[in-house]
């Protein structure tokens, strides 16, 4: 990294080369499971085998039970109530070890302790588990009938909470001359990072704390949910991420595992670990997705979107998540239903419910796809009734640049933006007219051929009012930066996010450089220590560059401007007369270099102004102004082939006409978009955990749950616009999630377009092969009839 990119025009903005990376293809990272202790010991799980049933018994194996843990263990262990601050919303107590029930398969019974994994699985094996079966609940919307098995008895049906989200005149509705009802599904998925989960914990006896190595996305808050299952003090627990591989929302939940391993660590005093497999990790890590949709659009004559009605049930699984559980999915899924459209009126009964399957956590994007499934899908079947092009039909009821702020009827305050540019954008990308030709020039027994469109919004940079609003137990408000010059000029700052892929430690130096005018490789990114950063509140929910990138902006300001006032002095000049530029402080009769003030500041104080306080060193916090979140959006175009013998879809083109505000690394932009859509094409075509009835899981290895790989992930073609939002530091939004958002819709269209001759209706993801022709042979069946 050289002057260059800052004499061209700044950092902000220079597509660096990210800094993570050297160490990444070096082999050099040090993840979770590279941790190496003296006396390490491995931990293994006892699950359980069945979905729903009272324990009877748990025997340990003769001459082993000081390796072999169960909830009877630790009497002293408190568990934490998860989910909003709502009395309407039903507590799940979900124990580190279960206790009286198991609610899924997969929910660990016992730990087992040995010197190796090996081992300690072989020791699993030993131990005698008796179960009284119950009924097994897998499906969500039969779950709330008055004749289903309950989770939990204190309950008086399956849900978690139900609510009804309303807005607009519904009364003009009924009558609408185009009322369509349509059901929608988006299949549970596993979130599949990288790297699995991970921790390992040990009692430090010199500094009296418990150490707690954590593959997490945010260690201040899983200290704080630790300290409180634990009943230590929160400066006896120091919490470490080191390298992280991914997490996507799993790794922002506290989860029985990690609570376990570390109150055995408090019982053993010797290291222990627990590295999870992809095993576990498809059976009883966070589960996502599994959404359903029954809903009513209602149209004029002319296309005009006039409302949406409808029921939407999200399958929560068997318990709640410290902190926040899945209680947000169903009211974001109903809100965002109406997406950048005209759509004035809005009711939509909402059901999170519990069924016997792992527990459900935010996964990128949260309840974002589904609902742009839902709307998108709407939008082409209302367009294919009406026998008019769906891009069409978008362009009469997307919102304009006059419009904007539009208030759309589930109260989000869009940002300043032109959809209908990013639609024309992408639409002229993948050009339309093109693809009608080849549809039209198809001779029978050829693939056929569609283009599919979804338009999607992205909400980030949401503070207090938004996480208050939502009765949320940890309200992530602010992030915090310290920034420290060093005697010899060289920067050192801590943050309270977390890296898990995102490139902190490239945009984050950029920011700094920009505002203290030095070569980012002068500057250092620092995270993942509780003992060493400011408390934060860590990475998700597009969050990072918004409220990180504004906590080191301003807090580097405040430092930049105490060293002009040093230089002033040293330069015996107006502070008013000096700038900072290239690591000096530059005055009309000469300049000082920023290690010379440095070295004043740090070791040097006599030198200082009279009454200047020594060290280069601030802490800050930062909350945008508009604290409800700023939203990034675009339009997700593309082409496939369908093969229409067997349902095969494949992919030909892709592209994307995005706008995120500012664009601090645009290189690192385009990697966010691209591994969004990746995972998007992942929900759209491929992952997917079915269970049978008794709820046992249908696809717990990479031999039945399928993902994208190389070869089924297209090279994406993205353009760019760039509003800046107006409410936050260099007018940055977020952009982690919005690649994930749109790539179901897209696809179901486009599959759609290609069989739009037969009216076939593509509702249920992902489109597997089978669901594709099944779709087909439907359709053809009804036309027939």
């Known amino acids: 990294m050289s002057g260059d990119a800052h004499s061209s025009g700044g950092w902000i903005g220079a597509s660096l080369l990210r800094k993570e990376d050297a160490r990444h293809l070096a082999g050099k990272a040090m993840f979770v499971a590279d941790v190496r202790l003296p006396g390490l010991q491995d931990i293994a799980f006892v699950r359980s085998q069945i979905a729903h049933g009272r324990i009877v018994s748990m025997a340990k194996p003769a001459g082993a039970e000081s390796r072999v843990f169960t909830i009877a263990d630790f009497p002293s262990l408190h568990v934490l109530e998860a989910g909003p601050e709502l009395d309407a919303f039903r507590q799940s107590p979900y124990p580190a070890l279960a206790s009286d029930k198991v609610r899924y398969v997969g929910q660990a019974m016992a730990a087992c302790v040995a010197p190796t994994r090996a081992l300690a699985e072989d020791l699993a094996e030993l131990v005698q588990v008796d179960c009284s079966e119950l009924p097994a609940v897998v499906d969500a919307i039969a779950a709330m009938s008055p004749g289903s098995a309950r989770l939990f008895e204190s309950w008086a049906d399956n849900a978690y909470i139900t609510r009804t989200i309303s807005a607009g005149d519904l009364s003009r509705l009924k009558d609408a001359p185009i009322r369509l009802r349509r059901k929608f599904r988006m299949n549970r998925q596993a979130t599949v990072s990288l790297e699995t989960r991970g921790v390992v914990a040990h009692w430090d006896a010199r500094l009296e704390e418990l150490v707690v190595y954590l593959s997490t996305q945010g ?15 929160e400066n006896q627990i120091r919490v470490i991420a080191p390298d992280v591989g991914g997490g996507f929302g799993g790794k922002n939940r506290l989860l029985p595992e990690e609570i376990a391993v570390c109150a055995i660590a408090l019982k053993v005093g010797h290291p222990v670990r627990w590295i999870e497999d992809r095993r576990e990790h498809l059976l009883a890590s966070v589960h996502c997705r599994d959404h359903h949709y029954d809903l009513i659009v209602s149209a004029d004559s002319e296309g005009h979107l006039l409302g949406i009605e409808g029921d939407v049930h999200i399958d929560a699984g068997a318990y709640a998540l410290w902190p926040t559980g899945s209680f947000m999915e169903a009211s974001m899924a109903a809100g965002n239903l109406p997406g950048p459209y005209r759509i004035k009126a809005l009711s939509v009964n909402t059901f ?54 539009y208030n759309t009827v589930a109260g989000l305050k869009l940002d300043t933006g032109d959809y209908h540019d990013a639609l024309d954008t992408a639409a002229a990308m993948v050009d339309i007219p093109a693809v009608r030709r080849r549809q039209a020039e198809r001779k029978p027994g050829e693939p056929r051929i569609g283009v599919g469109f979804a338009v999607y919004t992205e909400q980030s940079g949401h503070g207090v009012v938004e996480w208050s609003k939502r009765k949320s137990r940890v309200v992530p408000g602010y992030e915090s930066a310290n920034v420290r010059m ?36 002068q500057i ?15 990475s998700f929910a ?41 690591g000096h402080v530059i005055s009309q009769s000469g300049s000082v270099a920023f290690s010379e003030i440095a070295l004043a500041a740090n070791i040097r104080q006599e030198m200082l102004p009279q009454g200047m306080d020594p060290l280069l060193d601030m802490t800050g916090t930062y909350e945008p ?45 385009d990697g966010q978009v691209q591994g969004g859509i990746s995972q998007g094409i992942g929900t759209g075509l491929y992952e997917e955990i079915p269970f049978n009835a008794e709820g046992q899981p249908l696809a717990t290895t990479f031999a ?64 597997t092969p089978r669901r594709v022709w099944d779709a087909v042979q439907i359709a053809r069946a009804g036309a027939a009839s």
Do not use: W
């Open 219 to 233: 260690g201040h808050v899983m200290r704080l949910g630790l300290a409180r299952a634990l009943g230590l003090p």
């Open 352 to 405: 999170t419910v519990a069924t016997n399957k792992a527990p459900m956590g935010p996964y990128r994007g949260v309840a974002r796809p589904g609902a742009c499934f839902a709307i998108e899908r709407l939008v082409d079947e209302v367009a294919l009734h009406m026998g008019i092009e769906p891009y069409e039909l978008r362009k009469r009821n997307l919102v304009t640049r006059e419009e904007m702020p």
């Open 486 to 521: 060093l005697p010899d000029g060289s920067v050192t700052i801590h943050v309270g996010v977390q890296n898990h892929g995102q490139g902190h430690e490239t945009t984050l130096a950029q920011i700094a450089a920009h505002e203290l005018s030095l070569d980012p490789s």
């Open 524 to 538: 250092r990114i620092r995270y993942g220590d509780t003992a060493t950063t400011p408390f934060g509140f860590g």
């Open 542 to 582: 597009s969050r990072s560059i918004v409220f990180a990138g504004g906590a080191v902006g301003t807090t580097t300001r405040r430092l930049a401007e105490k060293i002009r006032l040093i230089g002033a002095h040293f330069l015996q000049a107006d502070p008013k007369d000096v700038r900072i530029e290239n």
């Open 625 to 669: 102004t508009e604290s409800a979140g700023v939203f990034s959006y675009g339009t997700h175009a593309v082409v496939v082939e369908v093969d229409e013998a067997t349902g095969g879809v494949k992919i030909l083109d892709y592209a994307v006409s995005e706008d995120c505000g500012t664009m601090i690394n645009p290189m690192i932009v």
């Open 704 to 767: 039945d749950y399928m993902m994208p790989c190389a070869t089924e992930i297209p090279t994406v073609r993205i353009a760019h616009s760039v509003t800046p939002a107006k409410v936050t530091e260099y007018g940055v939004k977020g952009v982690g999630e919005g690649g994930a958002i749109a790539p179901p819709a897209a696809l179901a269209n486009a599959v759609a377009d290609a069989f739009r001759d037969c009216k076939a209706s593509f509702n249920e993801t992902p489109l």
